[in-house]
C-alpha cells in the first residue's frame, strides 16, 4: 500500500531529512512512527501527501510511483490518503457538518452521496448531536474527532495521523484511539506519528522508530522505546 524504496530528502537549506529509507507498509496495517523531535516523521508524512518530493529515491501508494505523478494530478492522491493533524484546523466559519461536507465537495461529490456520507461518518465518531455547532463550540477532543470524520468521509484506503493525540488530555486521546482503531478494523490502512509512549505501549501494533532520518527499529506489536540496561 505505501512503499518507500532508497528514499533521502534533504531540504533546500542543506538539512538531511531522511537518509536512504526503506519502509513498506501492507493494506490494512496499523503503524505507529516514533522517534525524537527532528528525527524525520513529518518528512515522511509530508512525502506521502506529496507535500514534498524525495531527492533520491522512489515512493509507491498503491501501483503508483508517486514522484512521477505530475502536479496536476495531485489531488488524485490526496484522495487516496485522508489527514489528520495536531491542530485540528478546521474551518472556523463553517458548521462541522459544512467542515466534512466541504471535503467532499472539492472533490466533486454528488450533493446526494454528501447527504448520506456526512452523517455516516458523524455517526462513527459519535457526534451527530454536533453537526450544527461551529468548531470554537467544541472541546479538544470533539474537534480531533470532527477532523477524523473528514478525514474518512471520501473513504481514502490510508489514514495518515499526525500526533493526532499531541493536544489532548490523557482520557479524550484514548476515546480517539479507539475511533482510530475502529477505523482501521473496517480496512484502512493507519499510519499514526506520535510522541505518546503509553499509547504505543499499550495498543500493540507495529512501530517504526526512526533517528536522524534512519529506520532503526521495525517490530511487529512493538512498543515505544526500549529499556536501556546499564549492567
Ligand atoms: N521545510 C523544511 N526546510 C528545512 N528543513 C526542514 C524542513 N522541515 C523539516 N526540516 C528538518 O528536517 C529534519 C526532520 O524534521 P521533521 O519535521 O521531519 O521531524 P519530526 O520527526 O517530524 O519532528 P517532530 O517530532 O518535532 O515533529 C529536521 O532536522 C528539521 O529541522
Redesign the pocket.
Same mark, same amino acid.
Given at each position: 500500500m505505501i512503499q518507500f524504496i532508497n528514499v533521502s530528502k534533504e531540504?533546500?537549506?542543506g538539512?538531511?531529512?531522511l537518509s536512504n529509507v526503506n519502509l513498506s507498509i501492507k493494506k490494512g496495517e496499523f503503524v505507529f512512527l516514533v522517534?525524537?523531535?527532528?528525527?524525520?516523521?513529518?518528512?515522511?508524512i509530508?512525502l506521502i501527501l506529496k507535500e &514534498?518530493d524525495p531527492t533520491e529515491g522512489k515512493i509507491y501508494l498503491g501501483d503508483t510511483d508517486i514522484t512521477k505523478v505530475k502536479n496536476r494530478k495531485i489531488p488524485y492522491i490526496r484522495r487516496k490518503v485522508g489527514v489528520v493533524f495536531q491542530d485540528f484546523r478546521l474551518l472556523p466559519n463553517k458548521t462541522v457538518y459544512e467542515n466534512i461536507a466541504f471535503a467532499m465537495e472539492i472533490v466533486g461529490a454528488h450533493p446526494k452521496e454528501i447527504r448520506r456520507n456526512v452523517p455516516m461518518v458523524l455517526s462513527m465518531v459519535d457526534l451527530s448531536r454536533k453537526a450544527y455547532c461551529y468548531p470554537d463550540e467544541l472541546s479538544g477532543g470533539e474537534h480531533q474527532r470532527v477532523a477524523i470524520a473528514r478525514a474518512i468521509v471520501n473513504s481514502p484506503p490510508i489514514l495518515i495521523a499526525d &500526533?493526532p493525540t499531541g493536544n489532548l488530555d490523557p482520557e479524550t486521546a484514548w476515546g480517539i484511539m479507539e475511533v482510530l482503531r475502529d477505523i482501521n478494523r473496517r480496512g484502512t490502512t493507519v499510519l499514526m506519528?506520535t510522541?505518546a509512549k503509553d499509547i504505543v505501549d499499550v495498543m500493540k501494533k507495529r512501530v517504526i522508530a526512526?533517528e536522524s532520518?534512519k529506520i532503526v527499529r521495525d517490530e511487529e506489536k512493538g512498543v515505544y522505546e526500549h529499556e536501556i540496561s546499564h549492567i
Amino acid at each position: 500500500m505505501i512503499q518507500f524504496i532508497n528514499v533521502s530528502k534533504e531540504y533546500k537549506n542543506g538539512a538531511k531529512a531522511l537518509s536512504n529509507v526503506n519502509l513498506s507498509i501492507k493494506k490494512g496495517e496499523f503503524v505507529f512512527l516514533v522517534g525524537p523531535s527532528g528525527a524525520g516523521k513529518s518528512t515522511i508524512i509530508k512525502l506521502i501527501l506529496k507535500e &514534498e518530493d524525495p531527492t533520491e529515491g522512489k515512493i509507491y501508494l498503491g501501483d503508483t510511483d508517486i514522484t512521477k505523478v505530475k502536479n496536476r494530478k495531485i489531488p488524485y492522491i490526496r484522495r487516496k490518503v485522508g489527514v489528520v493533524f495536531q491542530d485540528f484546523r478546521l474551518l472556523p466559519n463553517k458548521t462541522v457538518y459544512e467542515n466534512i461536507a466541504f471535503a467532499m465537495e472539492i472533490v466533486g461529490a454528488h450533493p446526494k452521496e454528501i447527504r448520506r456520507n456526512v452523517p455516516m461518518v458523524l455517526s462513527m465518531v459519535d457526534l451527530s448531536r454536533k453537526a450544527y455547532c461551529y468548531p470554537d463550540e467544541l472541546s479538544g477532543g470533539e474537534h480531533q474527532r470532527v477532523a477524523i470524520a473528514r478525514a474518512i468521509v471520501n473513504s481514502p484506503p490510508i489514514l495518515i495521523a499526525d &500526533e493526532p493525540t499531541g493536544n489532548l488530555d490523557p482520557e479524550t486521546a484514548w476515546g480517539i484511539m479507539e475511533v482510530l482503531r475502529d477505523i482501521n478494523r473496517r480496512g484502512t490502512t493507519v499510519l499514526m506519528a506520535t510522541h505518546a509512549k503509553d499509547i504505543v505501549d499499550v495498543m500493540k501494533k507495529r512501530v517504526i522508530a526512526i533517528e536522524s532520518g534512519k529506520i532503526v527499529r521495525d517490530e511487529e506489536k512493538g512498543v515505544y522505546e526500549h529499556e536501556i540496561s546499564h549492567i
